[in-house]
């Protein structure tokens, strides 16, 4: 259980190739964001009776400056007897042409109480990322590939929605649940909408006419995607890189999350990029 929570903190730091696509040409808005998480009903949970908890989201920076990334879930589990509560933060940077990234993932809570992974990962030429990892313990190695980073990822995949591509794949890094670990992922992207009537409450003033697509991405242990996917995600996906509403399906449960506040940002100032 202790995974699947940090799992989800980790696929909002993260939330997303074709290395053609102008990733550059895509504008996203600073902006706070909470998400209130419930279990879905709608699905058979096993022994799981409830599960409860929001994740608060932060993203600020541009193409120039670079992106800071700050996600914490805060997340109840229960299975019949006392809860187990977990909070996963997630602090990042990355650079605007996504060539480095560097993060620090901490929990409080769970089997993993205390836990901090920290690292800094450079893009290498052939395709690779030369990770250096600093906690829990020092630590260096390179995952060969072509291999996106999560704010770079967000960029692709808006890129390949608004030149109508309809299936995106990638492989992708985050390395908030494990400085090793790579998702070979599958994004089905649906047709643009200014659908109001979908638009949360808490970022109408902002989003209000804006274009979205529905969004799912699965994410498969690394080795091809001819098998069940680890957990998928399934968003509206603002032109602008706001996510509205969601649902994280991880095989034995799922989670929704509903937007329950919402600010948009001023950017650090003018960027060409």
């Given at each position: 259980m202790t995974k699947h929570l940090r799992l989800a903190a980790a696929t909002m730091a993260?939330?997303?190739?074709?290395?053609?696509l102008p990733a550059g040409a895509v504008n996203l808005l600073p902006?706070?964001?909470?998400?209130?998480?419930?279990?879905?009903?709608s699905k058979p949970s096993g022994q799981l009776e409830e599960m409860n908890g929001e994740i608060r989201y932060?993203?600020?920076g541009?193409?120039?400056?670079?992106?800071?990334t700050v996600t914490s879930q805060q997340s109840a589990a229960s299975t019949g007897g006392e809860p187990l509560r977990q909070t996963v933060t997630s602090k990042a940077w990355e650079d605007g042409a996504g060539k480095t990234y560097r993060f620090l993932a901490t929990t409080q809570g769970g089997d993993d109480d205390?836990?901090?992974?920290?690292?800094?990962v450079e893009r290498q030429e052939p395709p690779a990322l030369r990770v250096v990892v600093t906690k829990?313990?020092?630590a260096t190695f390179t995952l060969k590939g072509d291999i996106l980073m999560p704010t770079e990822h967000v960029k692709k995949v808006l890129a390949a929605a608004a030149a109508g591509e309809s299936v995106y794949q990638a492989k992708v890094y985050d390395g908030a649940t494990d400085p090793q670990k790579v998702f070979d992922t599958l994004a089905v992207i649906g047709r643009p909408s200014t659908d109001e009537t979908r638009l949360a409450a808490p970022a109408k003033a902002t989003l209000a006419?804006?274009?979205f697509y529905p969004v799912t991405i699965s994410y498969f242990d690394e080795g091809g995607v001819d098998r069940t996917p680890a957990y998928v995600m399934s968003f509206s996906l603002y032109d602008n890189g706001v996510v509205g509403s969601l649902k994280i399906d991880y095989g034995r449960f799922a989670l929704v999350g509903a937007m329950a506040s919402f600010e948009a940002l001023n950017p650090p100032g003018a960027c060409t990029e």
């Open positions: 993260g939330l997303w190739c074709f290395s053609a902006h706070k964001a909470t998400y209130r998480l419930s279990l879905d009903g932060e993203i600020t541009d193409a120039c400056a670079g992106y800071t205390g836990l901090e992974l920290e690292a800094n829990p313990e020092s006419g804006r274009t």
